[in-house]
């Protein structure tokens, strides 16, 4: 039988224990969160869009499913920190990554799902048409793509650049560094947005943003080389030989890499742990040509066609 001061304390009691349960829920409805530290912050969140709708993303303990129609996820309420982030889906490679949540901000990030086993088919010995390349001139010896165009950039036996035929001043148009690494004997190429330069050695891949700075993806931003050139950033390194690189088409954050015996889609962004998928693995391979949707590939006397997801 309960006392009179039995039922008073329990009353209070219960009080208290409802008003401490409240409190976690309420700083929830606002906003904000209690870290592992006990410090109370305002949420952020995590935003993945993914090549593939009906992609799992784990947060930590949370999951969210990629929409059909816009293929993104959103996971909201995250307290600031560092969580592991997991993209996955039956047939793909896996994609993982460690990225920073910070208050009242959506980390945002683009993921590529590779497939396991790429479609693709042999063409034989003989050489298959493909998009023109090359500017239609005579004797040009070094030139570079504009991306989405018809046009080029054209080094002249004379050290001057050109667009097409006209005189091209590429020091005011993209700063001396751009020109500079276009001079150089590396290999570059022109990202598919036309906002840097990406050129690499034998054993790695950097890129030059020479577009407006405040357009340069967070990511980026975070892995550039040295604090007095915040517009350079290193991309890629390897023990291997890089054979060729290329920009992955419709992902202007992915390049597709020919490395030793194989070809890789790879993410620019190592910030976090960089992914990177294999494509097509066999001897040497060239690549020959990156659309839409399919590359073709030169390896052991064959070319092959290789459906890329997009």
Do not use: C
């Not at 493909?130 to 002249?156: H, N, Q, R």
């Not at 992914?275 to 390896?299: A, T, W």
Request: glycine fraction near 6%; hydrophobic fraction near 40%; charged fraction near 25%.
């Amino acid at each position: 039988m309960l006392t009179k001061t039995r039922r008073r304390i329990l009353f209070y009691s219960s009080i208290f224990v409802f008003f401490v349960a409240a409190i976690p829920i309420l700083l929830y409805s606002f906003g904000y969160g209690i870290s592992r530290d006990f410090k109370i912050s305002k949420t952020g969140g995590i935003f993945i869009q993914t090549s593939e709708a009906g992609a799992d993303v784990f947060v930590g303990s949370k999951h969210k499913r990629t929409s059909l129609l816009g293929k993104s996820g959103l996971i909201k309420n995250l307290v600031p920190g560092i969580y592991k982030v997991s993209v996955r889906k039956e047939g793909f490679w896996d994609w993982e990554k460690s990225l920073d949540v910070f208050s009242e901000t959506v980390t945002a990030r683009t993921v590529l799902l590779v497939p396991r086993n790429p479609s693709g088919k042999i063409l034989g010995t003989t050489t298959p048409q493909i998009k023109k390349t090359k500017p239609p001139y005579a004797s040009i010896k070094k030139f570079w793509a504009i991306p989405k165009t018809e046009d080029f950039i054209i080094l002249g036996e004379d050290k001057k650049f050109y667009k097409n035929k006209e005189s091209f001043d590429i020091y005011q148009e993209f700063g001396t560094t751009t020109a500079e690494i276009l001079l150089s004997k590396r290999e570059s190429i022109f990202d598919e947005t036309f906002s840097r330069v990406i050129y690499w050695d034998k054993n790695s891949i950097n890129s030059y943003w020479f577009a407006d700075l405040d357009q340069m993806p967070q990511w980026e931003k975070q892995l550039k080389i040295g604090d007095l050139e915040p517009r350079a950033t290193k991309l890629f390194q390897t023990n291997k030989a890089i054979r060729a690189v290329a920009q992955y088409p419709g992902w202007p954050d992915w390049l597709i890499i020919a490395v030793s015996d194989g070809v890789w889609a790879t993410e620019m962004d190592s910030y976090g742990g960089q992914n990177s998928f294999p494509i097509y693995q066999g001897k040497e391979p060239k690549i020959i040509s990156i659309e839409s949707e399919q590359s073709i590939i030169f390896d052991d006397g064959n070319y092959l066609e290789i459906f890329l997801p997009s």
